[in-house]
């Protein structure tokens, strides 16, 4: 039962360059999370949004509740943005279920 | 406010051993939960609770005990800690979560041998 996919699982990039990070779900939900690990340290969360988009800095979340589709994006990347991201789906029970994540590397 | 505090940072096990990890939040957050995360897995539920006096069990509960006596803490007990218990745990806390989302901790780094 897959009820959240992340794409891509793994991501390269080159320092500078625009990122796109994919998250399609298949539940309802009340909100999704975006959340960010790096290595061997805790997790952080980015974004709660349920509906539209929302920015930080050079993060950009959107969602499409219709389509059951989130992006999490980053402008203008950098080494410090090496990192998992993951999404999680918010429940109207208010569990949460985590996709398994996307690992990031930024190179200069 | 220092958010969730999980301890320890690292664990290291025999087969067999028994232990506490330890989570306490100082939000007066009403929801606690425990999760584990393995290398391509996404985290998995342990145990829940939605108040002091109360809990529930996630996904994978085997193996686990919980307790919530106080709104601040929620102990994670592993009873005979076995190898396929090894693993990250995060522990996490919300109130309304669907307007404040959730506040982890820094995890505690598991292994059993």
């Known amino acids: 039962k897959n009820e959240v996919e992340q794409s891509p699982q793994n991501l390269t990039a080159q320092e500078g360059e625009f990122i796109t990070i994919n998250c399609s779900y298949s539940?309802?939900?009340?909100?999704l999370h975006w959340l960010q690990q790096h290595p061997g340290g805790g997790i952080v969360s980015l974004f709660m949004l349920s509906s539209g988009k929302k920015k930080h800095g050079r993060l950009i979340a959107t969602i499409n509740i219709q389509e059951k589709h989130s992006s999490l994006h980053i402008t203008a990347s950098h080494p410090r943005d090496s990192a998992v991201y993951i999404c999680?789906?918010?429940?109207?029970?208010?569990?949460?279920?985590f996709g398994t994540g996307t690992r990031l590397q930024v190179f200069p | 406010n220092a958010g969730v505090t999980q301890t320890p940072k690292f664990q290291v096990l025999k087969t067999g051993q028994s232990m506490t990890l330890q989570c306490a939040q100082d939000m007066n957050h009403e929801y606690m939960s425990w999760y584990r995360q393995d290398p391509g897995m996404g985290l998995r539920l342990i145990h829940y609770?939605?108040?002091?006096?109360?809990?529930d069990q996630g996904e994978v509960p085997n193996g686990y005990n919980v307790s919530r006596s106080t709104t601040e803490d929620f102990p994670l007990r592993l009873l005979s800690a076995a190898p396929s218990q090894t693993s990250v745990y995060f522990c996490?806390?919300?109130?309304?979560?669907?307007?404040?989302?959730?506040?982890f901790g820094s995890g505690t780094r598991l292994t059993v041998v």
């Open positions: 996490a806390s919300s109130r309304y979560a669907h307007l404040y989302g959730y506040t």
């Open positions: 539940v309802g939900i009340s909100a």
């Open positions: 999680a789906l918010l429940l109207d029970t208010d569990k949460l279920i």
């Open positions: 609770s939605v108040g002091a006096g109360i809990t």
